[in-house]
């Protein structure tokens, strides 16, 4: 089965000196209505460092974490490299630009100049009480506020798939 789509970016990240922040393109301003209120939005962004077709074929990610399984399957984990590079950011929001379609946020995992796809808003009853997780990544932070300060460095081989 072979199925297309057409996908077109509606904003991009963009990270300076101003900081952070998701910059939605003019025509989608509209989009932004009653926005204001939310504290955390989830951002659909497109991996556009990690779409190639070598990319595009891993579906195996080799010792992609120092303290988990040698090999996991790309749909196991969060990497960028997967068949359609689409992923998803929970973001905390520090301010609405609506005129000028300016979300402020302290971080998002993406790169400068990412193609922002879709923006949601984020809703408390999206929370699962007592997720289960595999034992190699149990120690990873329960919050996303405290994923800022966590030693990532010590847990993922950056650089694997």
């Known amino acids: 089965m072979e199925t297309r789509f057409q996908i077109e970016a509606i904003g991009s990240v963009q990270i300076g000196e101003q900081g952070t922040c998701i910059e939605v393109d003019r025509q989608y ?11 955390h ?23 992609l974490f120092k303290k988990g399984p040698d090999r996991l399957g ?18 905390q929001v520090t301010g609405i630009d609506f005129e000028k379609g300016i979300i402020q946020t302290p971080f998002i995992d993406a790169d400068d100049s990412t193609p922002v796809l879709d923006i949601k808003p984020y809703f408390p009853m999206e929370r699962v009480q007592d997720p289960a997780v595999p034992a190699w990544c149990r120690h990873w932070p329960m919050w996303q506020e405290e994923t800022m300060t966590f030693d990532w460095q010590a847990e993922i081989n950056f650089g694997s798939a």
């Open 41 to 63: 939005l989830q951002i659909l962004w497109w991996a556009h460092l990690a779409d190639s077709p070598q990319d595009r074929d891993t579906l195996i990610a080799e010792k």
């Open 74 to 91: 790309i749909f196991a984990t969060r990497a960028p490299a997967r068949p359609n590079p689409i992923m998803v950011s929970t973001i």
């Open 29 to 39: 301003l509209p989009a932004l209505t009653h926005l204001r209120g939310f504290s």
